[in-house]
């Protein structure tokens, strides 16, 4: 799975920028990203996503996008889920996403339906057989505030080669093989240490 932003997009996003601080937009772009994705799995939640959740879904390949989406409307899930899908530097067709990673987050005044119909928004627009692992938590410091962070695997763009997608995927895993224990050829014993004296 790769996540990828067009910088192309940046000459009518920030036209006028001196080309450092349009490329600075991008890294911006990229940093909210690993930010949302980060705190996602490694703050307690009233439902925890771990990064075995996230790796799940990476698993699914292809082409990913992360987003990051808050509002205080009337209408703040359904809100705060089209600020998370908008991507300034990429145009995304999320019909054939086959794996989505969503997390809600608001004060005390988040409602398990606001949580549901963020889920709701989301996969209604998915494939059927799309994996889709969601989490909540209760944040005091919201105040008000609803934010979705997301994460969806297979999605597509006019800006990618086709049939990216398709490429198999390798998943290594990064933990230390384990080998068994060999024994020592040489005694330890301590009899056989010779003591040195000034």
């Known amino acids: 799975t790769v996540i990828v932003i067009d910088n192309n997009k940046l ?11 349009a490329f600075r937009v991008g890294d911006q772009v990229l940093a909210n990203m690993i930010k949302g994705i980060t705190e996602v ?3 307690p939640s009233l ?8 790796r799940t879904i990476m698993r699914r390949g292809g082409v990913a996008i992360a987003g990051v989406g808050e509002s205080n409307a009337p209408n703040r899930a359904e809100d705060a889920v089209q600020r998370a899908l908008r991507m300034p530097l990429l145009d995304i067709d999320y ?11 608001s004060d005390e005044s988040l409602t398990i339906e ?4 963020v889920g709701e928004i989301i ?25 979705v962070t997301l994460v969806m695997t297979g999605v597509k763009s006019p ?22 224990e060999k024994p ?6 301590l009899q056989k240490i010779p003591i040195l004296s000034d």
Do not use: C
């Open 123 to 147: 996969t209604q627009m998915m494939s059927e057989d799309a994996l889709v692992i969601w989490g909540a938590r209760v944040d005091p410091s919201l105040a008000g505030t609803l934010k």
């Open 41 to 43: 799995i490694s703050m």
């Open 95 to 105: 019909s054939g996403a086959n794996g989505a990673l969503i997390h809600v987050s």
């Open 159 to 180: 800006y990618l080669l086709s049939g990216f997608g398709s490429k198999s995927v390798e998943v290594y895993d990064l933990d230390p093989e384990k080998t068994s």
């Open 114 to 117: 606001e949580a549901n119909r």
């Open 47 to 54: 439902i925890n996503l771990d990064f075995a959740d996230f």
């Open 11 to 21: 000459m009518w996003l920030v036209p006028h920028l001196p080309i450092n601080e």
């Open 184 to 189: 020592l050829k040489s005694d330890l014993s």
